[in-house]
């Protein structure tokens, strides 16, 4: 017969363990071992036996468990025994199993009673058990025989405390009941280990062999000697069962019978016996499985969390839905506009902290790269002086000329308009990069279809390519227009009269002083003598470069004007990641102490021309490549005499006046039209259009096939979901079904400090009793007084009977407020045989516990 409490469990936790294999993890409950601990033939093999509900253990008197035995029970369909010793080997018949523990025993420890502290590991697959441990530990002994060394005891001891020390562990504290329960080495080392009696049960076996007349009702009631746990009763089968091979059924049957047919023990024979004990233990199992449950039970409502978003999109996904397919598309299509639209338009969430992208980087080529562009191709003193001189003296031709040219003016400015040409093409390249690199972040959620994601990237970069064309056009048109008519009725020009008189200083007037144009990391180049490089934080203003040591601002490091500064860029070195561009003073003068220029570097060439752009602004213009050597320039280019200096000078004033009106214009209008031909116009597309693309490119079965990634990804989250809520309803299917017991409220327990013995519950002999038996066969052996507890409260049945030689009163007299473990009289003629029920006779004022002396044996007067 098996354990049926066990029985019961098994399921639930076998399916608790499924549905955390199904989702890829092992739930360890980690089980508590159970260690029968007691003297030699106590019964601790026959408890562990019953609890398993197999027959397997070698029996016998004497000591028989002579190595600990490790039996690890694991759940399995089939069922069989192996030994850690006997690899490979299975037992399927137990007899064997038993043949084998005694033959392994012999092996290490011999025949003659030796003991040895290598364990036996014994695993037994069953459907009918837990994954537990238990242990069957040699019983404690005091007195050496056969080959057994001569410090057993100890031996012993050190070999349970491996076991019963782990916190882990329940100890079945056995005694037999036909010993004095007081003397129970099982239930002191019990105590050592489990101060608190948290982990340990008492279990009194044998009770069928107590003497006549005698029985243990106030020990299993728990009133005399108390447990936190209490005891529990249980009847093995005799030497004589085992042999005549009666098996566990039977004997459970015959344990039943004798509890309730025995008049001391039928009033609580539902807690007693073999199955209450299987009930009790599998009730600390119970408990420490519903301990462990919150913990398991947090962990998965976690990960179900976190795959809540993930797993959305799938919650409602129908493989065999025919219109599975069309809703995806439509859907997969309106988000890619909605999330291209948000990327060009900016938005409030998922916003990227890494870096720009999209509509930021579009916004940073209009106002920070274009404008450079331009006023990099326009800005050549030297250049522009040369070709406004040529201008004047070709219009004059063979004449000297009195007047300064009108023709020459619109020479100059035409020449000029055209050179923008170039930098507005470049802008329209670098935007339309930008475009198609936020289409292919915005197709990364089409992974899921491949086909569809290629064939949107290609449509999409189609159009937008030719939208390229028309841009291109519209923008080389307006400054065709520009070089239509030269408008010298502007209101911002500055005309003839104005510009004879204008200060060169006046047109180099700066921004508003000190107005902080950009702040932000920079690393500053030295030479590797004076420190080499080294990051500071830079602040731009409109009249200085200054850094500090960090962006506190409170450590400034330099400050450097701004007057005669000129940026030029630098080759990047061999090893160097950086991308670096120099400032130097045009006047060959020292720029920050012995340096003539200094190098600064940025992480990305994007941050160079941010930060050019930024001293455009602050009036440090970029350094322009000679591309005539001047050594071979005309001599006659610079020898002008004052006239002519004076018209050119006139002329460079308005030439210099209309191209600032003409860029104006050109870095409002260009990034107009680019918006609106290009950017808007590709949204829209998106919108209305790219869906009668993608119909008419193909099948849309074939466009709507899923990778294999993506389907095996979306099958396994969704296995994964369904598994987590699965595990979490098993969880609450154990926490309903099953219930914790508390721990009992602790007991007395100070008895176990004591060495005093522990009378036997006897009632009045009857007269046919013989007179010459020993009145205690297992009675107590005197010592000192044990003081009694509350808790202790022995019955009147307690008392001996009647000694009629003896003066005093009668035993009959003697009521329950009498203190039952009093010290017996000092009665030289019987020694030691005298019932624990008989007080004292003390002198008045004497102490009420003075210790009693134990006089050598004398012959009786009374025999």
Same mark, same amino acid.
């Given at each position: 017969?098996?354990?049926?409490?066990?029985?019961?469990?098994? !399921?639930?936790?076998?399916?608790?363990?499924?549905?955390?294999?199904?989702?890829?993890?092992?739930?360890?409950?980690?089980?508590?071992?159970?260690?029968?601990?007691?003297?030699?033939?106590?019964?601790?093999?026959?408890?562990?036996?019953?609890?398993?509900?197999?027959?397997?253990?070698?029996?016998?008197?004497?000591?028989?468990?002579?190595?600990?035995?490790?039996?690890?029970?694991? %759940?399995?369909?089939?069922?069989?025994?192996?030994?850690?010793?006997?690899?490979?080997?299975?037992?399927?018949?137990?007899?064997?199993?038993?043949?084998? #523990?005694?033959?392994?025993?012999?092996r290490i420890t011999g025949s003659n009673k030796g003991i040895s502290p290598i364990p036996i590991n014994?695993?037994?697959?069953?459907?009918?058990?837990?994954?537990?441990?238990?242990?069957?530990?040699?019983?404690?002994?005091?007195?050496?025989?056969?080959?057994?060394?001569?410090?057993?005891?100890?031996?012993?001891?050190?070999?349970?405390?491996?076991?019963?020390?782990?916190?882990?562990?329940?100890?079945?504290?056995?005694?037999?009941?036909?010993?004095?329960?007081?003397?129970?080495?099982?239930?002191?080392?019990?105590?050592?280990?489990?101060?608190?009696?948290?982990?340990?049960?008492?279990?009194?076996?044998?009770?069928?062999?107590?003497?006549?007349?005698?029985?243990?009702?106030?020990?299993?009631?728990?009133?005399?000697?108390?447990?936190?746990?209490?005891?529990?009763?249980?009847?093995?089968?005799?030497?004589?069962?085992?042999?005549?091979?009666?098996?566990?059924?039977?004997?459970?049957?015959?344990?039943?019978?004798?509890?309730?047919?025995?008049?001391?023990?039928?009033?609580?024979?539902?807690?007693?016996?073999?199955?209450?004990?299987?009930?009790?233990?599998?009730?600390?199992?119970?408990?420490?499985?519903?301990?462990?449950? !919150?913990?398991?039970? @947090?962990?998965?409502?976690?990960?179900?969390? @976190?795959?809540?978003?993930e797993v959305e999109e799938y919650k409602n996904f129908r493989p065999d839905d025919p219109t599975r397919?069309?809703?995806?598309?439509?859907?997969?299509?309106?988000?890619?506009?909605?999330?291209?639209?948000?990327?060009?338009?900016?938005?409030?969430?998922?916003?990227?902290? %890494?870096?720009?992208?999209?509509?930021?980087?579009?916004?940073?080529?209009?106002?920070?790269?274009?404008?450079?562009?331009?006023?990099?191709?326009?800005?050549?003193? =030297?250049?522009?002086?040369?070709?406004?001189?040529?201008?004047?003296?070709?219009?004059?031709?063979?004449?000297?000329?009195?007047?300064?040219?009108?023709?020459?003016?619109?020479?100059?400015?035409?020449?000029?308009?055209?050179?923008?040409?170039?930098?507005?093409?470049?802008?329209?390249?670098?935007?339309?990069?930008?475009?198609?690199?936020?289409?292919?972040?915005?197709?990364?959620?089409?992974?899921?279809?491949?086909?569809?994601?290629?064939?949107?990237?290609?449509?999409?970069?189609?159009?937008?390519?030719?939208?390229?064309?028309?841009?291109?056009?519209?923008?080389?048109?307006?400054?065709?227009?520009?070089?239509?008519?030269?408008?010298? %009725?502007?209101?911002?020009?500055?005309?003839?009269?104005?510009?004879?008189?204008?200060?060169?200083?006046?047109?180099?007037?700066?921004?508003?002083?000190?107005?902080?144009?950009?702040?932000?990391?920079?690393?500053?180049?030295?030479?590797?003598?004076?420190?080499?490089?080294?990051?500071?934080?830079?602040?731009?203003?409109?009249?200085?470069?200054?850094?500090?040591?960090?962006?506190?601002?409170?450590?400034?490091?330099?400050?450097?004007?701004?007057?005669?500064?000129?940026?030029?860029?630098?080759?990047?070195?061999?090893?160097?990641?950086?991308?670096?561009?120099?400032?130097?003073?045009?006047?060959?003068?020292?720029?920050? =102490?012995?340096?003539?220029?200094?190098?600064?570097?940025?992480?990305?060439?994007?941050?160079?021309?941010?930060?050019?752009?930024?001293?455009?602004?602050?009036?440090?213009?970029?350094?322009?490549?000679?591309?005539?050597?001047?050594?071979?320039?005309?001599?006659?280019?610079?020898?002008?005499?004052?006239?002519?200096?004076?018209?050119?000078?006139?002329?460079?004033?308005?030439?210099?006046?209309?191209?600032?009106?003409?860029?104006? @214009?050109?870095?409002?209008?260009?990034?107009?039209?680019?918006?609106?031909?290009?950017?808007? %116009?590709?949204?829209?597309?998106?919108?209305?259009?790219?869906?009668?693309?993608?119909?008419?490119?193909?099948?849309?079965? @074939?466009?709507?096939?899923?990778?294999?990634?993506?389907?095996?990804?979306?099958?396994?989250?969704?296995?994964?979901?369904?598994?987590?809520?699965?595990?979490?309803?098993? #969880?609450?299917?154990?926490?309903?079904?099953?219930?914790?017991?508390?721990?009992?409220?602790?007991?007395?327990?100070?008895?176990?400090?004591?060495?005093?013995?522990?009378?036997?519950?006897?009632?009045?002999?009857?007269?046919?009793?013989?007179?010459?038996?020993?009145?205690?066969?297992?009675?107590?052996?005197?010592?000192?007084?044990?003081?009694?507890?509350?808790?202790?409260?022995?019955?009147?049945?307690?008392?001996?009977?009647?000694?009629?030689?003896?003066?005093?009163?009668?035993?009959?007299?003697?009521?329950?407020?009498?203190?039952?473990?009093?010290?017996?009289?000092?009665?030289?003629?019987?020694?030691?045989?005298?019932?624990?029920?008989?007080?004292?006779?003390?002198?008045?004022?004497?102490?009420?516990?003075?210790?009693?002396?134990?006089?050598?044996?004398?012959?009786?007067?009374?025999?």
């Open positions: 017969m098996g354990n049926r409490g066990m029985e019961d469990l098994i !399921p639930l936790i076998n399916k608790l363990q499924d549905a955390f294999s199904s989702i890829g993890q092992s739930v360890n409950l980690d089980l508590p071992q159970i260690a029968v601990v007691g003297g030699q033939s106590a019964g601790k093999s026959s408890v562990l036996e019953n609890f398993v509900g197999r027959d397997f253990l070698p029996r016998g008197s004497g000591i028989v468990t002579r190595r600990p035995l490790i039996l690890q029970l694991v %759940n399995n369909i089939a069922e069989h025994a192996e030994f850690l010793h006997c690899k490979g080997k299975k037992f399927v018949d137990f007899e064997e199993v038993r043949a084998e #523990i005694e033959a392994e025993t012999d014994l695993r037994v697959y069953s459907p009918n058990v837990l994954n537990l441990t238990l242990i069957d530990l040699p019983g404690m002994t005091k007195v050496a025989v056969g080959d057994q060394p001569a410090d057993i005891e100890h031996q012993i001891r050190d070999m349970l405390m491996q076991f019963i020390t782990k916190e882990s562990c329940l100890i079945l504290a056995v005694t037999p009941a036909n010993m004095d329960l007081a003397n129970s080495d099982a239930l002191k080392i019990a105590k050592e280990v489990d101060p608190q009696g948290l982990r340990t049960i008492g279990v009194i076996t044998k009770l069928d062999l107590m003497d006549e007349g005698t029985d243990a009702k106030d020990i299993l009631e728990n009133k005399l000697l108390p447990l936190r746990r209490g005891y529990i009763g249980v009847v093995n089968r005799s030497q004589k069962d085992i042999d005549g091979k009666k098996d566990i059924r039977a004997a459970l049957a015959a344990e039943r019978k004798f509890f309730l047919s025995h008049p001391a023990y039928r009033h609580m024979a539902d807690r007693m016996g073999t199955p209450h004990l299987q009930k009790t233990l599998n009730q600390q199992l119970t408990n420490h499985i519903r301990d462990t449950l !919150p913990g398991l039970r @947090s962990k998965l409502q976690s990960q179900l969390l @976190s795959l809540e978003k397919k069309t809703k995806a598309l439509l859907q997969m299509v309106q988000q890619f506009g909605v999330d291209f639209e948000k990327c060009i338009e900016g938005s409030g969430d998922q916003v990227d902290t %890494n870096e720009l992208s999209g509509g930021a980087r579009i916004n940073r080529l209009f106002h920070e790269r274009f404008p450079f562009e331009l006023v990099k191709i326009v800005f050549d003193e =030297k250049e522009l002086r040369r070709e406004i001189s040529h201008a004047i003296k070709n219009v004059h031709g063979v004449r000297t000329g009195l007047f300064t040219p009108d023709l020459a003016f619109e020479a100059i400015v035409k020449k000029q308009i055209v050179k923008l040409k170039t930098p507005c093409l470049k802008c329209i390249d670098l935007v339309i990069q930008e475009l198609i690199n936020t289409v292919r972040q915005c197709t990364s959620k089409l992974n899921s279809y491949p086909r569809l994601r290629e064939e949107t990237e290609r449509i999409v970069t189609t159009h937008v390519r030719e939208r390229e064309g028309k841009t291109k056009d519209q923008v080389l048109l307006l400054i065709d227009i520009e070089l239509s008519y030269i408008n010298t %009725n502007h209101e911002d020009f500055i005309g003839f009269a104005n510009a004879q008189q204008r200060n060169i200083a006046a047109n180099k007037k700066r921004a508003v002083p000190n107005q902080v144009i950009r702040k932000g990391w920079l690393t500053l180049n030295i030479s590797i003598m004076k420190g080499g490089s080294k990051e500071y934080w830079f602040v731009l203003t409109a009249e200085s470069l200054s850094w500090y040591k960090d962006e506190e601002e409170k450590e400034k490091k330099y400050m450097l004007p701004l007057d005669n500064l000129k940026l030029r860029d630098v080759e990047k070195g061999f090893m160097s990641t950086k991308h670096i561009f120099a400032i130097f003073n045009i006047e060959q003068r020292n720029v920050y =102490k012995d340096h003539r220029q200094i190098e600064l570097a940025c992480d990305s060439q994007e941050d160079v021309d941010s930060w050019k752009a930024s001293f455009l602004r602050a009036g440090v213009y970029p350094e322009k490549d000679q591309v005539e050597n001047e050594e071979t320039a005309p001599t006659d280019t610079f020898s002008m005499d004052p006239q002519l200096e004076r018209q050119v000078e006139t002329i460079r004033n308005l030439v210099d006046s209309y191209i600032g009106i003409i860029n104006k @214009s050109i870095r409002d209008l260009v990034p107009k039209t680019i918006m609106h031909l290009m950017i808007n %116009n590709a949204k829209d597309f998106i919108h209305s259009e790219l869906l009668a693309y993608l119909y008419s490119s193909g099948d849309q079965n @074939s466009l709507m096939e899923e990778s294999a990634d993506q389907a095996q990804r979306r099958d396994e989250m969704l296995r994964m979901y369904h598994a987590l809520k699965e595990a979490l309803h098993i #969880i609450g299917d154990i926490t309903t079904n099953t219930i914790s017991t508390p721990v009992p409220p602790p007991v007395s327990d100070n008895w176990l400090q004591d060495s005093s013995p522990t009378p036997q519950r006897r009632p009045p002999p009857s007269s046919s009793q013989p007179p010459n038996r020993p009145p205690a066969v297992r009675g107590p052996t005197p010592g000192p007084p044990m003081n009694a507890t509350p808790a202790f409260n022995p019955s009147p049945a307690f008392g001996a009977p009647p000694i009629p030689s003896r003066p005093g009163p009668p035993a009959g007299a003697f009521n329950s407020s009498q203190d039952p473990f009093s010290a017996p009289p000092q009665i030289p003629s019987r020694p030691a045989r005298v019932p624990p029920g008989v007080p004292s006779r003390r002198p008045p004022g004497a102490p009420s516990h003075r210790p009693t002396i134990i006089r050598p044996a004398e012959p009786s007067l009374l025999d």
